[in-house]
C-alpha cells in the first residue's frame, strides 16, 4: 500500500512538474478548450497507465512527450477531424510583443496550422528547444530523419508565410 502511495506521489509530482509539456500539446491538437480540457485529461490518464512501463531510460520529459503526442494523435484520429493550431505563447508574452511581431507569430502559427501531424509534432518539439536526439526519441525516428524533416518543414513555412502576406 505504501508503494502505491509513492508511486502515486511521484507521478502526480512529476505531472506537476511538467504540465507545461501536455497544455502544448493540446493547444496544437485541439481547437477549443472543452476539447483542450477533454485531451488533457486523456493524456494524463495515458500517462498514468503508462507510468509502470517508465524505465527511466529516457527523461521523464521525453517519455511524456512521447506519451502525449502519441494520444493526441491517436485522439484525432479517433475524432476523425480537422485540427486547429492554436497559439503556444503566453498571454504575458504576446502583451509585450509589437503588433508587427504578433502578426509574424499569427502568420507563422496559421502556416504550421496547415501542417501534417507529424510535422506540428516535430516543429512543436523543435520550437521547444529539444535536441535533435531527444525528438528522435520521442517520435521514434532517426536523428538524420529529423534533420532532414526540419529542413523540409522549415522551407514549407517559409514558402507558406510568404505566400500569405
Request: a positive charge.
Amino acid at each position: 500500500m505504501k508503494v502505491l502511495r509513492s508511486k502515486k506521489k511521484e507521478f502526480s509530482e512529476m505531472i506537476e512538474k511538467h504540465q507545461a509539456i501536455i497544455h502544448r500539446v493540446t493547444m496544437v491538437y485541439t481547437n477549443g478548450p472543452a476539447d483542450r480540457e477533454d485531451l488533457f485529461q486523456e493524456i494524463c490518464l495515458q500517462l498514468w497507465r503508462s507510468y509502470p512501463n517508465f524505465r527511466e531510460e529516457a527523461k521523464f520529459s521525453t517519455w511524456m512527450y512521447r506519451v502525449a503526442l502519441n494520444t493526441a494523435i491517436s485522439n484525432v484520429r479517433k475524432k476523425n477531424r480537422d485540427i486547429h493550431f492554436e497559439q503556444l505563447l503566453d498571454n504575458d508574452r504576446m502583451e509585450t510583443e509589437s503588433s508587427d511581431e504578433k502578426e509574424q507569430i499569427q502568420l507563422l502559427y496559421r502556416a504550421i496550422s496547415k501542417l501534417n501531424r507529424i510535422d506540428k509534432a516535430l516543429i512543436l518539439l523543435w520550437l521547444d528547444e529539444k535536441s535533435y536526439d531527444e525528438i528522435a526519441s520521442i517520435l521514434g525516428i532517426s536523428k538524420t530523419n529529423v534533420s532532414v524533416k526540419l529542413v523540409r518543414i522549415k522551407r514549407k513555412l517559409e514558402e507558406m508565410i510568404f505566400t500569405q502576406e
